[in-house]
C-alpha cells in the first residue's frame, strides 16, 4: 500500500524504537506477501519466522506446534512475578488470485494473502525484536504464531498439541487489521466482537428425468429455489429483532449446464450461517432441518441437511477488553480509540484461544487508499505503513501486563 503524506505517530517508547527498523518490517511482510502459504502448509512463512526470531535474540524457539505453528518466548528482566502473556499472529494465506501489479505480489498462482495475515506476522516480529532487546518487563512473554485461521481451526489444532498446557499464559491478545478504520486508530469493544461461524450443507434428492415431462419427475431444482427462499424467513422471523444472525446460501450445484433439457435427481446447496448467542445458533440449526425437510416432504422429494460448528462467536473478556483499550489508549490518545467497536458478523479462530484463556482481539485501522480494497479482495494489500504502530501494540501489551517493578527499571 502506498506510503501516506505523513508517517503515523504514535506514543510510547516502544513506537518510538520500533519504527527505527521500519523498513526492515516492511521488506519482511512484502517477501512473506510475494510468497503466501495456505494452512499447515507454512514452510516458507515459518522458516522465515523462526531465522527473524533467532536473529532478534528471542530465547526459545518452539517448532511444530499444532504442525506448522511456531512458539517464541522472550524472558523478561525481571521472573518474580510468574507471570505469562501470549501474543498471537496468523501466518496463512487465501486459495485466491491476486490482481494486483506491485512488485511484491504472490509469485504463487492461485494464492494470495488476500487478509493481512503477512502484516500480523510482520507486526509480532517487530515486537519480538523490541522485547528481546529491551526485556522491560517482569514475567514471559510467549509469540504464538499460528497457522490455518482460514477456515482450517489453526488456533484449536495448537491448542489439542498442548499450546496452554506449555505456557499456561494469564491471558492472551491478538489483533486484525481493518480497511474501514483509518490508519493510526484502534477499535475494540468488551464482548462479542466476531460471530461464530457455521457451515451448512444440504443435500436434495428428488428424481430425474425429461425436461419436456416434469411430471414424471421430482425437480429438485425446484426443490432447492423453494428451500432457497424459505430459509430467508428465519432470520425475519424466528430471530428476535435485538439478536443478530445471517443465513447465507452461497452455491447451488444440480444438473449439467450441457444438458438443457435434463431435469436432475440431485442437488445440493452450501452456505453459512452467523450468530453470537449459541442459543440462537441452536435455534437455526433446528428451523433449517425442519423447513428443508418439509418443503422437499411437500414435493415428494427428501432433504438432508450437515449443519456443522466451524468456529465459536470471538468474544473479549470485559477485564482483559478494558486492559488492551487502555494500552492502545497510551499509544494513539483517547480520540483515536474506539471502545464500543461494532462487532462483525465475520469469524475468527482466535475465539478458541479466548474460550481456553482471558483476552482480547482488536482491530487496527489500515485504511483503504486509493486503488486498494477491502479484506479477501484479489486487489487488497497490507498497509506497511501501520506496522510500527502494530507492534508497539503487541509490546505495550507485554510491558503493561507484566511491569517491572521500580528499582529494576533502566
Not at 495475515?117 to 504464531?145: E, K, N, P, S, W
Not at 422437499?296 to 422429494?301: C, D, I, S, V
Not at 489500515?366 to 479484506?375: C, E, I, K, N
Amino acid at each position: 500500500m502506498s506510503g501516506h503524506a505523513a508517517p503515523l505517530r504514535a506514543g510510547g517508547r516502544p513506537f518510538a524504537q520500533i519504527a527505527q527498523f521500519h523498513p526492515e518490517l516492511t521488506a519482511l511482510r512484502r517477501d512473506l506477501h510475494a510468497h503466501p502459504e495456505l494452512g499447515f502448509e507454512e514452510v516458507y512463512t515459518g522458516a522465515r519466522v523462526r531465522e527473524a526470531l533467532r536473529v532478534c535474540g528471542v530465547d526459545e524457539i518452539h517448532e511444530g506446534i499444532g504442525k506448522t505453528g511456531l512458539v517464541g518466548v522472550i524472558h523478561g528482566r525481571g521472573r518474580g512475578s510468574g507471570a505469562m502473556v501470549g501474543l498471537r499472529a496468523d501466518m496463512d494465506a487465501l486459495p485466491m488470485t491476486e490482481h494486483n501489479e506491485f512488485a511484491w505480489r504472490s509469485v504463487k498462482s492461485g494464492l494470495m494473502h488476500g487478509c493481512g495475515h503477512d502484516g500480523h506476522t510482520a507486526m509480532l516480529v517487530g515486537a519480538a525484536r523490541y522485547l528481546a532487546a529491551t526485556r522491560d518487563f517482569d514475567g514471559q512473554a510467549v509469540l504464538i504464531f499460528q497457522p490455518g485461521e482460514e477456515g482450517l481451526g489453526g488456533a484449536r489444532v495448537m491448542i489439542e498439541d498442548g499450546l496452554f498446557e506449555r505456557w499456561p499464559v494469564q491471558a492472551v491478545y491478538a489483533m486484525h487489521n481493518w480497511p474501514a478504520m483509518r490508519p493510526g486508530t484502534i477499535g475494540l469493544n468488551d464482548g462479542p466482537m466476531m460471530a461464530a461461524a457455521d457451515r451448512l450443507t444440504i443435500d436434495i434428492t428428488g428424481r430425474g428425468g425429461h425436461g419436456a415431462h416434469p411430471y414424471q419427475t421430482v425437480d429438485v431444482v425446484l426443490v432447492a429455489s423453494h428451500i432457497v427462499t424459505a430459509l430467508q424467513s428465519i432470520v425475519s422471523r424466528n430471530v428476535r429483532a435485538l439478536d443478530s444472525a445471517v443465513i447465507s446460501l452461497c452455491a447451488m450445484q444440480a444438473g449439467d449446464l450441457g444438458a438443457f433439457s435434463v431435469l436432475p435427481g440431485q442437488a445440493r446447496l452450501v452456505g453459512t450461517v452467523r450468530a453470537f448467542d449459541p442459543a440462537v445458533q441452536d435455534m437455526l440449526a433446528q428451523r433449517i432441518k425442519e423447513l428443508c425437510s418439509a418443503i422437499a416432504l411437500g414435493f415428494g422429494a427428501s432433504a438432508s441437511v450437515r449443519y456443522e460448528r466451524v468456529y465459536p462467536a470471538t468474544i473479549n473478556s470485559p477485564a482483559q477488553a478494558q486492559f488492551a483499550g487502555d494500552v492502545a489508549q497510551s499509544l494513539v490518545g483517547a480520540e483515536n480509540l474506539v471502545r464500543d467497536l461494532e462487532p462483525s458478523m465475520g469469524a475468527e479462530d482466535f475465539s478458541f484461544m479466548l474460550q481456553a484463556r482471558p483476552g482480547a482481539y482488536l482491530r487496527l485501522g489500515q485504511g483503504m487508499g486509493a486503488g486498494h480494497s477491502t479484506l479477501h479482495n484479489s486487489r487488497y494489500d497490507f498497509n506497511d505503513d501501520i506496522l510500527p504502530l502494530g507492534a508497539a501494540l503487541y509490546a505495550s501489551l507485554i510491558e503493561q501486563s507484566m511491569p517491572l517493578q521500580t528499582g529494576m527499571r533502566v
